[in-house]
Nanobody
């Protein structure tokens, strides 16, 4: 199983940008489909974006499409989430997840490994 560590969260004014990173160790990074999920207080964990092992396919939740961009650098064992035009409703703990040899799905149950999360807060 991969060990995952997120970074890059913070406090930002609505309309601002942040870039999250997820660095993996253990295993072969290119064997994993990767994803970002988020969880706001009192809410269920929800899908944000996912990316195939090669990076050729990306999928997004409707709520973040055209604002967020997922990418990966397999040489650096790192996945990214560029978040632009942040809104207060984007406030949540963001988690990265890995699915060994599986598809870049949108259900949390499809992922084997999880990071500990990074807090993103967008205020108006």
């Amino acid at each position: 199983q991969a060990q995952l560590a997120e970074s890059g969260g913070g406090l930002v004014r609505a309309g601002g940008s942040l870039r999250l990173s997820c660095t993996a160790s253990g295993g072969t990074f290119s064997d994993y489909a990767m994803a970002w999920f988020r969880q706001a207080p009192g809410k269920e964990r929800e899908f944000v974006a996912s990316i195939s092992w090669s990076g050729e396919r990306q999928f997004y939740a409707d709520s973040v499409n055209d604002r967020f961009t997922i990418s990966r650098d397999n040489a650096k064992n790192t996945m990214y989430l560029q978040m632009n035009n942040l809104k207060p409703e984007d406030t949540a703990v963001y988690y990265c997840a890995a699915n060994w040899l599986g598809p870049p799905g949108n259900e949390p149950s499809g992922y084997d490994s999880w990071g500990h999360g990074t807090q993103v807060t967008a205020y108006s």
